[in-house]
C-alpha cells in the first residue's frame, strides 16, 4: 500500500514565512524600544517640563523639582549634584 506524504510535515513555504515574520516582529520591536527609550530621555529634561536648571537653587515663586534632569556641564552624567548640574526649578 503507498502511502501518500502529502501533508506530512512543514513545507519549505510555510518556514520561509515564518521566518520572515519573525524578523518583522524583530525588527518592530527594536524600533519600538528606540523610541520609548528617546521619549522618556526627553519627557525626564528639565526644560521641556517648563523649568530651568540653576546651580544656585531655587528661590521665589519656583520650587525644586529632582525628578527632573540637569545637565548643566554638557557631560553624559546627568545630576551630579547643585553644584555642577544644578536642580531643576520650576513655577509653582
Do not use: H, P, W
Not at 34 to 42: I, N, W
Not at 81 to 90: A, K, L, R, S, Y
Amino acid at each position: 500500500m503507498m502511502r501518500s506524504k502529502k501533508g506530512e510535515g512543514l513545507t519549505l513555504n510555510v518556514i520561509v514565512v515564518a521566518a520572515l515574520a519573525l524578523l518583522v516582529l524583530v525588527i518592530l520591536a527594536i524600533i519600538f524600544m528606540g523610541r520609548t527609550g528617546m521619549f522618556r530621555k526627553e519627557s525626564g529634561n528639565c526644560a521641556n517640563m517648563g523649568g530651568s536648571c540653576s546651580t544656585k537653587g531655587c528661590s521665589g515663586d519656583y520650587e525644586r523639582k529632582v525628578a527632573y534632569d540637569c545637565n548643566l556641564d554638557g557631560d553624559t552624567n546627568l545630576n551630579e549634584g547643585q553644584t555642577i548640574d544644578g536642580v531643576c526649578c520650576i513655577s509653582a
